[in-house]
């Protein structure tokens, strides 16, 4: 489960074996934790966040959906291909 980027307490991550789902990204915090869809950015679940922590959560992964999107790309290109 490679981890992307690092932000603060936050952590963004994909599960190797998703490259058949849409791109989408992990995040972290602490005990909490949700998915969400990046193109466009859509809330797919969440567990132990509370609204005010969603939004900014939301907000991190809005703001850096092209980049999640370039590591999707490079990563499960990599892993289709073999290499």
Same mark, same amino acid.
């Given at each position: 489960?490679?981890?992307?980027?690092?932000?603060?307490?936050?952590r963004?991550?994909?599960f190797?074996?998703?490259?058949? @789902?849409?791109?989408?990204?992990?995040?972290e915090?602490? /005990?909490? !934790?949700?998915? =969400?869809?990046?193109?466009?950015? %859509?809330?797919?679940?969440?567990?132990?966040?509370?609204?005010? @922590?969603?939004?900014k959560?939301?907000g991190?992964?809005e /703001?850096? !959906?092209?980049? =999640?999107?370039?590591?999707?790309? %490079?990563?499960?290109?990599?892993?289709s291909?073999?290499?």
């Open positions: 489960m490679p981890t992307v980027l690092k932000i603060g307490s936050h963004f991550y994909f190797s074996r998703e490259g058949q @789902e849409p791109p989408h990204i992990h995040v915090t602490a /005990e909490n !934790a949700a998915k =969400f869809w990046l193109s466009p950015v %859509e809330l797919v679940w969440a567990v132990g966040y509370n609204s005010k @922590e969603l939004r959560v939301r991190l992964v /703001e850096r !959906a092209p980049f =999640f999107l370039e590591k999707w790309d %490079e990563h499960f290109r990599t892993e291909s073999g290499d």
